[in-house]
């Protein structure tokens, strides 16, 4: 997928999208970028267009860009632990789409919820940040779709 593709999927402008990656918003991204095309076209996986338009949404909210790196790589901490190895949360709601959602609580911790699978990471501190009390709850939440973003994301897939 490239730049475009994202745009038509979503409905984001494709300025936003590029600011996002000129920015490096989105941690961990493996893109390719053709360096003798005309306007150097971008082409990624469709995960990669999942954390860009995270990005971009919480670009649109206002977000600095410091609280947005830091949302993104929270949640792509999160660890589902169970049976086997640990499995990345935020990669468990790429392979089953699902109504999903992750929070960013006071601008320092993070959570993701899957109804449909009884799923609730709890909150969880963001690297560089000391863990959340014991029944803490937040006073300023952020909520990401990530089940929607989704959707629209893989509308074509």
Known sequence: MDLYDLEQRTGLGRRLLR??????????????ISADAVGRPRKFHDDVGFGIVCAAQLLNLGLP??????????????????????????????????DAKAYLGDGANVRIVVDEYSYDSGWQACLG????????????????????IHN?????C
């Not at 940040?129 to 990530?146: C, I, N, R, S, W």
């Open 19 to 32: 600011y996002v990656l000129d920015h490096a918003l989105v941690p961990e991204l493996d893109i390719e």
């Open 129 to 148: 940040h000391k863990p959340p009390p014991k029944g803490y709850e937040p006073l300023v939440t952020v909520v990401l779709d990530l089940g929607r």
């Open 152 to 156: 629209q994301v893989f509308s074509s």
């Open 65 to 98: 860009h410091k609280k947005i790196q830091l949302f993104l790589q929270g949640i792509l901490d999160i660890q589902v632990r169970g049976k086997g190895p640990p499995k990345n949360a935020f990669l468990c709601v790429l392979e089953r789409p699902a």
